[in-house]
DNA sequence: GTGCCTCGAGTTCC
DNA sequence: CTCGAGGCAC
């Protein structure tokens, strides 16, 4: 960090008493000394800026940030002309004084599918005839509504009265932006005739109009313009000062809902009007469709419009307006099934390809990437894109077919770039014709950048990977940064930024996460402590290590995904601990599996070689005799076989995880990184599923004909229910359901026992 | 063997 | 958010 006052010694503190010890020294200072103290005042509140929002490293407290902030006020009050074009009284996004708490949305704010053609629409109304079980020619409406490019929001009235307004955030938890919320004109503070508890949900937004005045002002202030409207209300929404909020032009439309007491109406349709009529802004392009072929044709019109809308819009809406049906069709993990998002077609610039830079990833994976001339597309200022791998580069698809006609991509190229979904940017295509005449195929390292380790491609797989493995640094480092991670560890104060420099540290180096644990004690024993670094203090150096006592008890699932194994993910490592339910348990079963993992890699390695000689005659009967004998060959224990059985017969868990799980503890430094680590950790057991439904952990069995619900529907909500439902009826099997025209699975389920009811039944058990 | 659906991993900008 | 790939049902 720079030092604010020249020859201070480094730490925040002597900072802020400097600032607020001489409010009245303003007075006697000449012109040329309260420039330079702006400038100062400019760069270290900019830094602290930016530790506080990017790196998740505050430099300094909010006291000392505010008392910066007042003299920085002060000086400009008593020198107007001085007042910098970067002053940090027109910054937006200030450090805050306190945050904004968080709010638990009680019905997730789901994120929408997308189309993008016309296609997909006729698809979707297929999909969700399909589902419903709805012949093709029976009437099906839809509600279509322009996509209104803002920030979603999510409005709770508690008799009437807004008491709660919260950002979506993840879509489970949100930001309380309460009291900005009702600062805004279209927001009613009170609702006449409303539920009782009543959810509005919506979008915040600011029109081209507002939004053109707002960055003149801004502008003219000296603060930095807003690079589009949807970032100004965010910005704007997320101020901590109510009254900023306040001054900045916002607006609202409300077009969903959350939590209700009672329903707003029996149509998509009607609740939009019941929210009209309770004093809401409602989109006056939202209308009903009696199919694809007019969801199309609204879809054009507003395609039309949209240029004078005096608004952004990104796309249109589609749901299904019949309330009865949408609950039917339910949610998919992340989106409804019920609605999905018809995009405008993504916003493209031309730019120069400067660079292909190569990133290598924590599973080893060498990932190009573009350093482009700066280039603004759909608002925002592009300057790295994605190059997604080798063959993207190449020209050339997953199958070794053609993409962009086959242009490869060359550094000095003119690159043709867009944002996937409006956020990612990505290279679309090559101008050839300006292609420099120097200009060379990119050469993709055979060997890892960070440390020169052979980068192999494993035949089939898209991605070329460093085999360093540990020895790695950058490797090494993501591995680190992963275990620290929200979903792993989540360490207080110790982010991605952190970790880095921890592991590059000479004093106190973090190399493995066994390390994160002992910094306290290594810390105490060593001179140059934490505590006596520039930008560390006694206190920023206890809460660390208070952060990381807090996690040393840590639910297995997350000491499972935090160990960073390929293919094991957040979800999978789930499914292990609730499965093995111990650390212990889980290693005991994983080692004893070894030889029969082993196994079926030399089987599958073996069948490989055989597909490869062999042509089709006789192959089928060849692969398995090859498959057969390498597993033969390798003598694999009984009880590594049940143990592999066990293992891939684990919910959500295959071979390729399997041997996934095998290799990294099989594997010796990794198995020793863990064995230092785990005698620091107290792994919590899973908490046991809520057992609310009846249904709960139950194995369902559907058969014969199901009369008022379609078998996807009765599938998608058993499982919601916490079942688990499989198709042939065994001694595992808790119940069958089965519908007129049933046959061979009600013997047998009664032949075991498994207890049987129909389809009224199953409606009733889960209070249907 | 084929075709969903979901998960995992990597990515950018604020 | 997207792509590729794993898991699993049909």
């Known amino acids: 960090m720079a030092s604010y006052q020249s020859g201070a010694s480094g730490g925040g503190q002597g900072v802020a008493k400097a600032a607020s010890d001489h409010q009245d020294d303003i007075e006697a200072m000449s012109p040329k000394r309260a420039a330079e103290e702006l400038g100062r005042l400019a760069e270290v509140l900019a830094q602290a800026n930016a530790g506080y929002y990017q790196a998740d490293a505050p430099i300094m407290d909010d ?123 279209d927001i009613p503070t009170e609702l006449i005739g409303a539920p009782e508890v009543l959810e509005v949900r919506g979008e915040v937004y600011m029109s081209h109009a507002d939004f053109a005045a707002l960055n003149e002002r801004q502008e003219s202030a000296g603060g930095k313009p807003f690079a589009n409207p949807r970032n100004a209300a965010a910005g704007s929404l ?190 679309a295509d090559v101008d050839l014709s300006k292609r420099p005449g120097n200009a060379v195929p990119f050469d993709f390292p055979q060997v890892c950048p960070e440390c020169g380790s052979p980068a192999i491609r494993e035949e089939g797989e898209a991605e070329r990977g460093c085999t360093g493995g540990l020895i790695c640094p950058a490797q090494a480092a993501e591995k680190l940064k992963h275990f620290v991670s929200r979903a792993a560890f989540d360490i207080e104060g110790l982010g991605a930024k952190k970790v880095e420099a921890f592991y590059g540290d000479p004093q106190l180096p973090v190399k493995e996460p066994a390390d994160i644990f002992t910094l306290r004690e290594r810390d105490a024993a060593n001179l140059a402590k934490l505590a006596n670094r520039d930008g560390w203090g006694q206190t920023s150096a206890k809460n660390l290590f208070d952060a990381i006592d807090e996690k040393r008890k840590i639910p297995l699932s ?66 398995a005799e090859a498959r057969g004998k390498a597993v033969a060959d390798c003598e694999v224990p009984e009880a590594a076989s049940e143990a592999w059985a066990e293992l891939i017969g684990t919910d959500g868990i295959g071979p390729v995880m399997a041997l996934s799980l095998s290799d990294a503890f099989a594997n010796p430094e990794e198995r020793a990184a863990m064995d230092r680590l785990l005698p620091h950790l107290t792994p919590l057991p899973p908490e046991a599923r809520a057992d609310d439904s009846p249904v709960a952990g139950k194995t369902v069995v559907f058969t014969g004909t199901l009369e008022k619900m379609t078998r996807a529907e009765a599938k998608a909500r058993a499982e919601s229910l916490g079942a688990k439902v499989s198709g042939a009826v065994s001694a595992k099997t808790d119940l069958l359901v089965a519908g007129p025209g049933a046959g061979s699975k009600v013997k047998k389920a009664a032949d075991l026992g498994v207890k049987t009811i129909n389809e009224d039944g199953w409606l009733e058990l889960i209070g249907q």
Not at 159 to 170: D, E, P, S, W
Not at 563 to 574: F, K, T, W
Not at 593 to 616: C, G, K, Q
Request: proline share 4%; with cysteine.
């Open 558 to 623: 997350r000491l499972i995904f935090g160990l960073g194994i390929r293919h094991v993910g957040e979800v999978a490592a789930q499914d292990l601990a609730r499965h093995y339910g111990t650390w212990e348990a889980m290693a005991r079963a994983i080692d004893t599996a070894r030889p029969a993992a082993l196994a079926h890699r030399a089987a599958d390695e073996a069948a490989e070689a055989e597909r490869r000689r062999a042509d089709s005659e006789g192959r089928r009967a060849r692969l």
């Open 238 to 427: 997320r101020q901590l000062d109510a009254e900023i909020t306040r001054k900045r032009p916002l607006k609202f439309f409300a077009y969903a809902w959350g939590e209700l007491s009672q329903p707003l109406a029996d149509t998509q349709l009607g609740a939009i009007e019941r929210l009209r009529d309770l004093g809401f802004s409602t989109n006056e392009l939202t209308q009903r469709c009696d199919g694809p072929d007019a969801m199309i044709a609204h879809y054009r019109m507003i395609e039309e419009t949209r240029p004078h809308l005096g608004y952004d819009i990104d796309g249109v809406v589609y749901k299904v307006d019949d309330l009865g049906l949408q609950a039917r069709l339910g949610f998919r993990s992340t989106t409804p099934r019920w609605a999905i998002a018809h995009k405008f077609p993504a916003e493209l610039a031309w730019t120069e390809l400067e660079k292909i830079e190569i990133q290598v990833g924590r599973t080893g994976a060498l990932s190009p990437v573009a350093r482009l001339k700066p280039v603004t597309v759909g608002g925002v200022v592009v300057s790295n894109a994605t190059l997604h791998n080798e063959d993207y580069i190449a020209g050339r698809d997953a199958k070794g077919g053609e993409i962009r006609g086959g242009k490869d991509i060359r550094e000095g190229d003119f690159v043709q770039v867009y944002r996937a979904g409006d956020v990612i940017p990505k290279v």
């Open 63 to 185: 006291a000392e940030y505010d008392a910066l902030k007042r003299r920085n006020a002060a000086i400009e009050a008593a020198f107007p002309d001085l007042k910098r074009a970067d002053s940090p009284s027109d910054q937006v996004g200030a450090a805050p004084s306190e945050g904004f708490g968080k709010v638990r949305h009680t019905v997730r704010m789901l994120s929408l599918g997308n189309a993008f053609d016309d296609g997909d629409i006729i698809e979707f109304d297929k999909s969700i005839r399909s589902y419903l079980g709805l012949p093709r020619a029976a009437p099906l409406a839809y509600t279509a509504e322009p996509k209104i490019d803002g920030l979603s929001l999510s409005l709770r009235y508690e008799g009437g009265q807004l008491i709660q307004a919260a950002t979506r955030g993840n879509g489970e938890t949100g930001e309380n932006v309460t009291a900005n919320a009702r600062t805004i004109a």
